[in-house]
């Protein structure tokens, strides 16, 4: 009768150890938005500002997710959104830079 003590946490999207991880899951919604926004604003050129400076917050803000996260379902997402950043953020520096090109 062990498993009618354990909580159910399969159902449960960010916290598999059955805490709440409110900070965790905050820097994680704002990772993967910040990482969505810079890969698609990386397509049009002229939209380098938002997409360096939103790819560059998404990995510093991915980067302290990462440190003090604490389940496998945050890592997960945090890669994801890590990943979008990333790659939002070099093609964004490609094509004019955090500053418009004038340095």
Known sequence: ?????????AGSLFA???K????????LAV???LGVTAFITS???SLHLLS?????????????????SETTRER?????GL???GVGFFIGMAHGGLFGGIW
């Open 43 to 45: 397509f049009f050129h």
């Open 52 to 68: 360096s400076w939103a790819g560059l917050v998404g990995i510093l803000t991915g980067a302290y997710g990462q440190w003090i």
């Open 20 to 27: 709440a991880h409110p900070l965790q899951d905050t820097l």
């Open 1 to 9: 009768m062990a498993q009618a003590l354990r909580p159910n946490t």
């Open 16 to 18: 598999t150890d059955g």
């Open 76 to 80: 997960f997402g945090l890669i994801v």
């Open 31 to 33: 990772t993967v938005v």
């Open 83 to 85: 990943g979008a950043a």
